[in-house]
């Protein structure tokens, strides 16, 4: 079936670097994405959103491109920090949200 | 303001027993979401409450799954006859409508021995 996939499921960056979370999605009905943070023992947390209609948009110190043609989602996080390790879902909105499996980010000191 | 809530935050049931899980979504919020989480693995969808109507329960594992949102607010997701592979994260998520952000709430922990 169609789903949501992620590249790489951990990525270690140096503290003041930064990282590129990468995701890839098969379903082309897909209109609405989202990256979440998930810390240790809590819930995914909104980090950012972009809407099939948009390649790119921006937020504070993260950016998200969509690139529809090979149907795939990255996250950016500039000057990575130590409190932005965590993991990283992306998810798709068809009619519901579909979560890939995650990429766990940790940053070195 | 206050985010949504679940209780109990851990739950250990022996195989067979049921098991019962709350959530308080964020107040006002029209949409209630319930997610599975396996260890290492990304939610997967459940079940989908608009107001007091579950409109969506398709990623329901089984019928021994039964969610519940009698007046529009707080939902209490049920299992019955618990098994082994029902250990999980459950995570609750509130929005103002289907196609906006879901705030999520910290989950509760279900270990089945």
């Known amino acids: 079936g169609e789903s949501v996939g992620l590249h790489l499921p951990t990525l270690s960056v140096q503290e003041g670097d930064n990282s590129i979370i990468n995701c890839a999605y098969s379903?082309?009905?897909?209109?609405?994405f989202i990256w979440y943070k998930q810390e240790s023992g809590k819930g995914p947390q909104f980090i950012i959103d972009i809407r099939s209609n948009m390649d790119k948009r921006q937020g504070q110190r993260v950016t998200v491109l969509l690139n529809k043609t090979v149907k795939h989602l990255s996250l950016q996080i500039a000057a990575t920090q130590p409190g932005d390790s965590a993991v990283y879902f992306c998810?798709?909105?068809?009619?519901?949200?579909?979560f890939g499996a995650g990429t766990r980010l940790t940053v070195k000191p | 303001g206050a985010g949504v809530s679940q209780s109990p935050r851990y739950k250990v049931a022996k195989r067979g027993q049921d098991v019962a899980l709350r959530c308080d979504p964020i107040?006002?919020?029209?949409?209630l979401f319930w997610y599975q989480q396996a260890l290492g693995q990304g939610p997967e969808f459940l079940t989908y409450f608009q107001n007091e109507a579950q409109l969506d329960k398709s990623g329901l594992p089984s019928d021994r799954f039964f969610a519940e949102r009698p007046e529009g607010s707080v939902s209490t997701l049920k299992i019955q006859r618990t098994q082994q592979e029902d250990s999980a994260v459950y995570l609750c998520a509130s929005s103002w409508d289907r196609g906006y952000e879901q705030y999520f709430g910290p989950g509760t922990r279900l270990t089945v021995t």
């Open positions: 998810a798709e909105k068809v009619n519901d949200m579909r």
């Open positions: 107040s006002g919020h029209v949409s």
């Open positions: 379903n082309s009905a897909s209109d609405y």
